[in-house]
């Protein structure tokens, strides 16, 4: 299991480089500062599961979590989304060295 969120992790990070990597060009050719909200990037990607999703935390979810964290989190930018997303599995994952050390008895 901890192979699986390792991965994951690996993959969410692979991918705030590249949102990053995509709004650090954006930013160059406007010359100004370009951050993507996660809603855009996502809608670029694969505009029906975004709908999929929207419907179904409305749906299967309290309102008002829907109204205030998953829109909120839908204007946060694609890559501090991922970084983030990153980072908690990779913490989920670590596995903590033995206190005691390598060569005990």
């Known amino acids: ?6 991965l994951a992790s690996l ?4 991918v705030a480089v590249i949102a990053g990597a ?3 060009i954006q930013s ?4 100004q500062v370009v951050m993507t909200p996660m809603s855009d ?10 709908i999929a999703l929207q ?4 749906y299967y ?10 829109q909120w989190l839908m204007l946060q930018p694609a890559f ?4 983030v997303l990153s980072l908690i599995l990779w913490m989920i994952g670590y596995k903590k060295p033995p206190v005691a050390g390598r060569f005990t008895a």
């Open 55 to 58: 419907s179904s935390v409305s």
């Open 1 to 6: 299991m901890r192979f699986l969120l390792r």
């Open 22 to 24: 995509i709004d650090s």
């Open 28 to 31: 160059v050719a406007s010359s």
């Open 11 to 14: 993959f969410a990070l692979a």
């Open 41 to 50: 990037a996502w809608q670029d990607v694969s505009p029906t599961t975004l």
């Open 80 to 83: 501090a989304v991922f970084l």
């Open 61 to 70: 979810v309290h309102p008002r979590f829907y109204a205030f964290i998953f």
